[in-house]
Every structure is written in structure tokens, then in C-alpha cells.
């Protein structure tokens, strides 16, 4: 069974960095597709990133266009994502997402992604 693990959530000043990370337990990292969402207080959860497995062919929001990477370690079975510049209205709770179907792409909504974490809550103060 595939399990997911967040953590580097916090508190960052507006202009500042944050790393994302996520433990993915299971026996094919290397062929999962992976994404990040995000869900802030009265929203919906809404797609941040994702990066498929097969040609590391990326997909990103445009909130975080040329803010946000993606990446991964198959050695570490991890995931991660990078934040820069971040904003107030960045601040939401992140969710890692892991598809263990090979759904076709896009990989950009939830119903790609079969399996979750918990979350980490990122707040990026004014």
C-alpha cells in the first residue's frame, strides 16, 4: 500500500523560499506519476504541479509559473517542491499526490491521483 508523507510546511515572509518534501512508500516510485495541490481556508483544493513519470514531461498552474519546481529522487523515493518568491495568497494547506494507475495526462486534476497525504500547512505573512 502506497503512503504519503508531507513535511518543510511553515511560516515565510512574502519574497521568501520554501521547500516542500514527500515520502512516498511503495514499491514503483520510478513509474508513478507525482503532484502537489493545495487548498486554501474556504476554497477548493486546486492542482499546484505534477510531473510525469514517463518523460518527466511537467505541469504546472500559472499561479506558479516561473515560481514553483517540482522534482523528484527515485533513489529516495521522494518528491518535492520549491517555492520562490512566494506570496500571501500562497498560503494553503499542500497535499502530495501520487497516481499509481498511469492515468493518462493531463495530470491536473484530482481524480488523476488515487493516492494522498495528510498535508502541510504553508502561511507566507505580508
Known amino acids: 500500500q502506497v503512503q504519503l508523507a508531507e513535511s518543510g510546511g511553515g511560516l515565510v515572509q512574502t519574497g521568501g523560499s520554501l521547500r516542500l518534501s514527500c515520502a512516498v512508500s511503495?514499491?514503483?516510485?520510478?513509474?508513478?506519476?507525482l503532484g502537489w495541490f493545495r487548498q486554501s481556508p474556504g476554497k477548493k483544493r486546486e492542482f499546484v504541479m505534477s510531473?510525469?513519470?514517463?518523460?518527466?514531461?511537467?505541469y504546472n498552474a500559472p499561479f506558479g509559473r516561473d515560481r514553483f519546481t517540482i522534482s523528484k529522487d527515485n533513489a529516495k523515493n521522494m518528491v518535492y517542491l520549491q517555492m520562490n518568491q512566494m506570496k500571501p495568497e500562497d498560503t494553503a494547506v499542500y497535499f502530495c499526490?501520487?497516481?499509481?494507475?498511469?492515468?493518462?495526462?493531463?495530470?491536473?486534476?484530482?481524480?488523476?491521483?488515487?493516492?494522498w497525504g495528510q498535508g502541510t500547512q504553508v502561511t507566507v505573512s505580508a
Open positions: 499526490a501520487v497516481d499509481t494507475k498511469d492515468q493518462p495526462p493531463p495530470q491536473t486534476t484530482e481524480n488523476k491521483f488515487d493516492v
Open positions: 510531473l510525469g513519470w514517463k518523460r518527466g514531461f511537467k
Open positions: 511503495g514499491p514503483a516510485f520510478s513509474r508513478y506519476n
